[in-house]
């Protein structure tokens, strides 16, 4: 089964500069890779999935990551932190074998002004 | 399609009372998933459903939790009696099959006093 982690419970951040959210995965395969937001006492919302079509994956709000097997990470980046950033980030394993999300702790970014 | 709807967006209950939670999928998905998300225990999943058929209920707390999905187009989400540690954000989602996008509503804020 996949699992990733999360390397960072909090990320604190100026406006203006780049943000890195870290996650390592545990397959013996490429996994399907997906990262998730939670904005304050909102749902969750897809910002990007990897599906092995391509290593660099853009998402939303600027937001992309790069799949390396070579280093087995899936890490978030995003060159200019924006105040609306500030939320809870989810790096999520598609479980093939059963079709479940199971989420992790997540990652806590804080934009400060 | 108007996304995942929940209801209600708020309960609050008193010990001992039936909560039902309900839940209206994506139109064509297949899979259905009920989670809880806490503080102390972050974002769990209880149970999910493929074609209306529960497949995995690992995650279900305790005999007071029951789920059903009497067809594709809704779920409940059962607790009797609720107890004031039930207290938390209870999320569904839905989606089509592995490495897409899973959708989540905006969740039911349960309170159990």
């Known amino acids: 089964a996949q699992s990733v982690t999360q390397l960072d419970s909090h990320v604190s951040v100026s406006e203006g500069t780049p943000v890195l959210l870290r996650c390592n995965y545990s397959?013996?395969?490429?996994?399907?890779l997906f990262w998730y937001v939670q904005h304050p006492n909102k749902g969750l919302q897809l910002l990007l999935k990897y599906t092995s079509a391509a290593t660099l994956v853009k998402g939303i709000n600027g937001f992309e990551a790069e799949f390396k097997k070579s280093e087995t990470s899936f890490h978030l980046t995003k060159p200019s932190a924006h105040m609306s950033d500030a939320a809870e980030y989810f790096c999520?394993?598609?479980?093939?074998?059963?079709?479940?999300?199971?989420f992790g702790g997540g990652t806590r970014l804080m934009v400060k002004p | 399609d108007a996304g995942v709807i929940q209801s209600p967006r708020h309960e609050v209950t008193e010990m001992g009372q039936e909560v039902t939670l309900r839940c209206k999928p994506i139109s064509g998905h297949d899979y259905l998933f009920w989670y809880r998300q806490t503080m102390m225990r972050g974002l769990e999943l209880l149970i999910y459903?493929?074609?209306?058929?529960?497949?995995?209920d690992s995650g279900m707390p305790e005999d007071r939790f029951s789920a059903k999905m009497p067809n594709a187009s809704f779920s409940t989400l059962k607790i009797q009696p609720s107890e004031p540690r039930d207290s938390a954000v209870y999320f569904c989602?839905?989606?089509?099959?592995?490495?897409?996008?899973?959708?989540f509503g905006q969740g039911t804020r349960l309170t159990v006093v």
């Open positions: 999520v394993p598609d479980n093939n074998a059963g079709n479940m999300l199971t």
């Open positions: 459903f493929n074609n209306n058929v529960p497949i995995d």
């Open positions: 397959s013996s395969y490429s996994p399907s």
């Open positions: 989602a839905s989606r089509r099959g592995g490495n897409t996008e899973a959708f």
